[in-house]
């Protein structure tokens, strides 16, 4: 299950350790952000950090 923003798609890596948001890469589309995700963890230590997707607030939720 993705998380939801108000922002738009987006792409944030979280430090494992401390649950802090290290970076966000913000995206157009849910394809955008899926390719953008792909691309970090290539070269992301997945022992210490998790890359996540998330996606816009749909109107039903909010």
């Given at each position: 299950?993705?998380?939801?923003?108000?922002?738009?798609?987006?792409v944030?890596?979280?430090?494992?350790?401390?649950?802090?948001?290290?970076?966000?890469?913000?995206?157009?589309?849910?394809?955008?952000?899926?390719?953008?995700?792909?691309?970090?963890?290539?070269?992301m230590?997945?022992?210490?950090?998790?890359?996540?997707?998330?996606?816009?607030?749909?109107?039903s939720?909010?």
């Open positions: 299950m993705k998380a939801t923003n108000p922002e738009g798609w987006k944030n890596v979280t430090e494992d350790a401390t649950g802090e948001v290290v970076e966000s890469i913000p995206a157009g589309s849910e394809r955008d952000a899926e390719r953008i995700q792909r691309g970090v963890e290539i070269n230590n997945h022992n210490e950090f998790t890359c996540t997707v998330v996606g816009p607030v749909s109107e939720a909010a």
